[in-house]
């Protein structure tokens, strides 16, 4: 059946003919096998060209910021997936991807289009605060909440932020995108009467837009630093199961507030 | 409910308190972020030890060998998903992991078994042709295919093999299911009566478990790697869409063979 | 880690002791099953009252209308990710599940949000007619398009839609929201200068609202109906196989328009 | 790239013009909506015949038995998806449906494939018992566990058994199954030395292979199911939110025993 308007797919990314593998107009055995790390081949397949040394050094940092963070949901989810289902490891990680929505870690890509709305507004003459102040009352006008703000744990500013922040000063990609989260941080106070601090959600798309990140594509980075930890975490499972002691301990007080038959004893 | 024995939840990866967050005994953001690769990361995550550098070397060169190979199947189905759901690239890549599986990327992780099965009993002194035939004549006669040999398109030795193994010798590690990988394919004529060669899939546990990678852990290789490809073709079908062209021609020639009502035309 | 201001889960939906499983209130084994269909069941677990026959015939015939289709999209990823990773099929309908998204299957939802947005109007005394034509314009200013109307192939009214409007008007539930469906119907050629008619997605929370089905929970319909389908297609993806060859014909037009390295012939 | 000896997609399941979809034969909208239910719907797609009124009894009855058992680890990891990714159902849905491997739900199909092992050796001749305990034994000697016996929670027979073997005796379907399953559990104390009893995932292949349901299609019963009751929590997710209160109660007595930086007080 025909949907849209495309009949024919196109794409750049990847053509083969019997001999060679061509990845981004490159030679995949001869010139990317052995020459460039992971981390450029990623840059080089999203973007179409390979990233200099401080991009990779910004996106380097930024996926070790979020590949980990303990028994997050999303990875009891995958945990409590591979003990029910340990054939297929490619479940668990899926499981545990399909947790990096909206609430979670798609947060750094809302608080990514957050700051090129801002930006936006800059390079047609706004200062930093107005544009940011604008876009900020505009986004709880409609409703919104401001994403890269505030952490259930860490109440000062997450220490990943600062560590994120110092390498971008060092990689000398630009810095705009971290003046404009700072403002928006010092704006918090202003707009939300909460002095909410910075943390890693909104960091990463600060230092990743100036390293030439597209802003369309920023879920991606939690997305796969999250594969790697979760990888690790289902290795772990193998070795020492936990899957099955998360999801009892998880129950252990649950109320139960619904009828009951006659004769029966709540728990 | 309790499933199993254990009922607390134990985990050596990742701990935090409201200042520091832990990674396999160091401090992320003053020890990590800006100072290891991500690769690095995720070797530290998997094996709690970060990397030599020929092992990070023979890593990174397997996660780029297989990252990406165009409009794979995994590939249009990530794509076809992203078309119908474009809220949620988490969904998108999601459906693209879940066909890592037993027979076309897990094929990695069934070939390293088989290294490891050769590989012990060389440890107990037999020659590696010797412990490689009765392995594959035992695969065979337990109705099992031997993987990681034959390729539908390359029916010569995939390039990609070459590279990884120049990759290896040139990082310096263990080089002994190198060995083994080769005297697996140069016993198929004997074993199948084809005259198989190494594949990709092949090769990189060939490599892989040489540099310390734990033959559990194996199939996460080639699922990390097509994350990273994966997010590049969805970030390629937000600007340019053929995810539902790729599902109008999977059928244009498709055959209805079932029954009709009375009347129907059969298209 | 705590995240929002809960600590203690609830449910009202199932609880347990060591002989008698409790489904919202009755005894799972004494009164429901053999006594109740699956369908019921359904409705039991979703909304804690079993349904009235009317009820119970339009929610079945939604169902049925939208279980299958052929080898629609999410159908060919999930019989290519089967081929892929035959030993879990349960990674198969969850690819296939997770093309049930805004643009294709969720359809249903947000056009049953259209008209609950138009029924509050109504039942504050606007006609529906007035309500309608205000719901619509709002909503193509706000730069969303009018869901459940028209379709890829079927030009004229899709079939299905007379066919579960003749089940809701037999089964005697509250036609209330078909009434409003078509309104929005005839006012298409006004509101977007195009005779669109009603289709399968628009007709089905028409049905299904006046029934007593919860507006949230629309997207559980195409979902669980879907996989029914799902399954008999893997099933038939066992005995014959046809996930590969939709792949092959996917790609058999295929265009590469990126680069490629010197020397290499452009497929 | 052509996988596989097929290149031309072939089904018998739907085919559809303009107006017209048939399924399995059938003119959707005229002969199935409103005709037919759900489960009747399901088992033609599945098998291309409608059910008698005994086999949609017995199938209908599996499906309600096991469609819902509380917050077990599936739920969990639904919920906590959908706390997380509330935009996307499907997501939540998928991520509850992967926890049907081989451990928790698939071991209906498991057990349905060693009832027809022992059926097809009593249609050559052999004595229940005799075929049962040979079988057994077998499945000992390769180390395979005897799925479908035993439960954490329900240490007599899981009263859903006994219900559902009462359902297929008044459905009239064939009976035959049933007795191989409690041959079975006869003789649990003599092959296991212990004397596990039925549970329900052995007593849905005992009922449904007696009603004409394919083996191989078996996983696909418990897949179904769930997905209706995952619909079910995952509204009352939207209402009374849990997801993150069980991830929360899933680690308050978590042990980290993993290495720490100098300095850090171990939680």
Redesign the interface.
Known sequence: ????R?????????????????????????????K????E??FL??T?ALPTAGQA?V???T???I????????V??AR??F?????????????G??????????SSETAGRLYAEIDAQVQQGASTRVAALAAMQAWRAAGRSIPGYGH?????RD??V???F??AR?AGTDLRFVAIAETVESLMPEVLGKPLKLNVSGAIPAVLLGAGF?V??L??VP???R???L??????E?Q??????????????????????EG????
């Open positions: 059946m025909k949907i849209g495309e009949t024919v797919p196109r794409t750049a990314i990847c053509t083969s003919d019997e001999h060679t593998i061509v990845v981004r107009g490159h030679d995949l055995s001869r010139e990317l096998i052995g460039v790390s992971f981390l081949h990623f397949l999203l179409g050094k996106l380097d940092a996926l070790v910021a590949a980990e963070h303990g028994l997050v949901p999303s009891q989810a409590m997936t003990a029910a289902a340990p054939d297929a490891m490619q479940g668990a990680v899926a499981a991807i399909l947790g990096c929505g909206s609430v979670v870690l798609g259930p744990l860490h109440k000062e220490e990943r600062g560590a994120l110092d390498v060092g597209p369309q594509a879920r991606g997305i796969l630093a594969t790697a930890g990888i690790a975490h289902l290795y772990e193998m020492r199961p936990a899957g099955f002691a998360l999801s009892y301990q998880a129950t252990r007080e649950m109320v139960y507030d619904g009828a009951v038959p029966f004893a709540r728990p």
